[in-house]
């Protein structure tokens, strides 16, 4: 069992940036394959970037590449979403799950933090 806490959402301005975290506990956290999503409201939560358990592989939605970036402590046992040039349409409550292979499919992923809310203003 691996339990995750996301923190450091809020509200910004359009062109902001934020800093969100995960931190784990429980399981082998460098076993896994660490992924962050987004729900808006009304929509379906959607892949946002991943990270390979050895740090070293990185994937990213499109609309994030380029903006957001994507780290792992293993150590720590966090993992860290840093968001820049941040767009109204980024709206939305962040999840961090964790999952045994590198997929951008929610359904891949085994365990899920409780989110943490990011509002951009225009």
């Known amino acids: 069992q691996v339990q995750l806490v996301e923190s450091g959402g809020g509200l910004v301005q359009a062109g902001g940036s934020l800093r969100l975290s995960c931190a784990a506990s429980?399981?082998?956290?460098?076993?896994?394959?660490m992924g962050w999503f987004r729900q808006a409201p009304g929509k379906e939560r959607e892949f946002v970037a991943g990270?390979?358990?050895?740090?070293?592989?990185?994937t990213y939605a499109d609309s994030v590449r380029g903006r957001f970036g994507i780290a792992r402590d293993n150590t720590k046992k966090t993992v860290v979403l840093q968001m820049n040039s941040l767009k109204p349409e980024d709206t939305a409550a962040y999840y961090c799950?964790?999952?045994?292979?590198?997929?951008?499919?929610?359904?891949?992923?085994?365990?899920w933090g409780q989110g943490t809310q990011v509002t951009v203003s225009a």
């Open positions: 799950a964790a999952g045994s292979v590198s997929s951008r499919r929610r359904d891949e992923y085994v365990y």
């Open positions: 990270i390979h358990w050895t740090g070293v592989s990185t």
């Open positions: 429980g399981g082998t956290f460098s076993r896994y394959y």
